[in-house]
């Protein structure tokens, strides 16, 4: 998915779909989490590529 111009849209995404305020909402929750555990960045991030699956979100 690539972004399709500054209107917020990724192309196959229709324009009801706010990209940024998803994005900045995850990046918001994340962050807390993180600082409640006090995880380093390369913790975090190993989490995040190995431990957390996304597809069991949906």
Same mark, same amino acid.
């Given at each position: 998915?690539t ?6 849209? /990724? ?8 990209v940024k @305020? ?8 994340? +962050?807390? /989490? ?9 913790? @975090? ?8 699956? +996304?597809?069991?979100?949906?």
């Amino acid at each position: 998915m690539t972004p399709n111009g500054p209107d917020r849209i /990724i192309q196959g995404m229709g324009p009801d779909v706010d990209v940024k @305020a998803i994005k900045k909402e995850a990046e918001e929750a994340l +962050l807390a /989490i993180f600082k409640k555990h006090k995880l380093n960045w390369h913790k @975090a991030r190993y989490i995040l590529d190995k431990v957390v699956d +996304l597809s069991e979100l949906m």
